[in-house]
C-alpha cells in the first residue's frame, strides 16, 4: 500500500539548519509530484514547498522562500527539506504529500527554540 514516512524533525536553535526527509513506497515515486506542508499550533495547514516529478520546477510559500530547499532522489524514493536560517515561527509538524492521490504522511516535528 501507499506509504510516505517523514523523518528527520527534531529541536533547533533560531538561525540554525535542519533538513527532513519523506520516503515513499507502494507507488512509482518518480511519477508522483510532491508536496511538503506544516500546521502549528492553533494554525491551519500552510503551503511550504512544491516540485514536480523531474524536478524540474520547485515553488515556495512566501514565508520560507530563499531560506527553504526542496529536492528529491528518485533512486531514493525521497523528498527532501533543507532548512536554513530557522525562525522560532517555523517550528510546526511537517507534512510530505503525494500530490496526484491527495496521499499525506503522519508528520514530523520540527521545534525551533533557544
Known amino acids: 500500500q501507499v506509504q510516505l514516512v517523514e523523518s528527520g524533525g527534531g529541536l533547533v536553535q533560531p538561525g540554525g539548519s535542519l533538513r527532513i526527509s519523506c520516503r515513499g513506497s507502494?507507488?512509482?515515486?518518480?511519477?508522483?509530484?510532491m508536496r511538503w506542508y506544516r500546521q502549528a499550533p492553533g494554525k491551519q495547514r500552510e503551503f511550504v514547498a512544491d516540485?514536480?516529478?523531474?524536478?524540474?520546477?520547485?515553488y515556495y510559500g512566501d514565508s520560507v522562500r530563499g531560506r527553504f530547499t526542496i529536492s528529491r532522489d528518485n533512486a531514493k524514493n525521497t523528498v527532501y527539506l533543507q532548512m536554513n536560517n530557522l525562525k522560532p515561527e517555523d517550528t510546526a509538524v511537517y507534512y510530505c504529500?503525494?500530490?496526484?492521490?491527495?496521499?499525506w504522511g503522519q508528520g514530523t516535528q520540527v521545534t525551533v527554540s533557544s
Open positions: 516540485i514536480k516529478e523531474d524536478s524540474g520546477r520547485m
Open positions: 504529500q503525494h500530490v496526484q492521490l491527495n496521499y
Open positions: 507502494g507507488f512509482p515515486f518518480g511519477s508522483a509530484a
